[in-house]
């Protein structure tokens, strides 16, 4: 597909603004945010004050009042760089729709210019110890309190969670009604009763802060809840294609980027008298890379398409999800080899992307959970 079908030249300009953003104020720094495991909030509002956050809300909030390539863009752009560490595509395109969609008008007009600016960063706070993929498991409740709610339970695994003042969390408020019982309500960060544990520490993307989050009694106003209560897993349904998309978006451009660089130390190194590049095994695996990737490619942009025009079918975005989170994991390792001992040493973003890369098969639904949504889809059609 032409990507001039997608973007325009608002949108090239903008990617140009991105990309010197982020190779500027974000690669350079990078692996120092590693070590202390977050970006500092500075460059969050740096990226806000771009019009990098939240591009799509209405132009009321702060937004373009468009769609969301320019939020997509930002996206390609962060994985382009190998940037895992700014959760802007959660924050933008995850967490802000729940709150524009389902939030009261009040509470929008409160929140979402925050979050348009990078002065408030956002989480979604649904897995807990002991309840991941099955939603219905989870033990966070919150229960009628005068004129709000109040919340008792505990999150982990939280994306932007040492960082967030906003976050959308999934409580039980029925324990009678399982997964129907389950409802999303905003709580701020300066709440009391709200405290995070750890910034945890993952086998990759050591630059993204993940926590976990405790709920002592946080009471919250009524006008916090996200649409009706028991609603939450209707509204998490609904939302999942789009996040399912977006981590399509982020694999393809992390696949694209191990490429180049593997392209470039291939045509540079040298073995026995000849560039690594010059080899046959080297020529057919770059190939069989290539070839993937532009297949990649290809579904990534019919993928973003069908959700411009508003036919992402939650199979197809699980489809999507699959492919690219697999092809991402073949080319990195791919990678790695074609790089020798170099490829094992994390100063080589080679390195970098094969241990980012491994928890793209789970985060957003395991590669399992994928399968078994697209076969769900196919024994209907029968």
Known sequence: MDRMAIFDEDHESFR??????????MAPHHETWMEEHRVPPEIWREAG?????????????????????FDIIVCEELGRIGAT???????SLIVAPYIEEFGAEALKTRLLPAMVSGEKIGAIAMTEPGAGSDLAGIKTIAVPHGDGWRIQGQKTFITNGYNA??????????????????????VESDTPGFSRGRNLRKMGQHAQDTAELFFDDVVVPRENLLGEAGKGFIAMMEQLPQERLLLSIMCQSRAEAALAATIAYTAERKAFGQRIIDFQNSRFKLADMKAQIMAGRAFCDQLVAARLSNRLSAADAAAGKLWHSEMLGRVV???????GGYGYMMEYPVARAYVDARIERIYGGTSEIMK???SRDIIRSC
């Not at 140009?16 to 104020?25: G, P, S």
């Not at 560490?85 to 924050?91: D, S, T, Y």
């Open 16 to 25: 140009a603004t991105v990309r010197r953003f982020c190779e500027e104020r």
């Open 333 to 339: 390792d791919e990678c790695v080899q074609l790089h």
């Open 165 to 186: 003042e906003i976050i959308v969390v999934a409580c039980i408020t029925d324990p009678t009604k399982g997964a129907h019982g389950i409802s999303l309500i905003v």
């Open 372 to 374: 078994e949504v697209i």
């Open 85 to 91: 560490g700014a959760g802007f595509p959660l924050h």
């Open 49 to 69: 004050a771009l019009g990098m956050l939240c591009a799509w809300l209405p132009e009321a909030f702060g937004g373009t009042g468009t769609d969301i390539r």
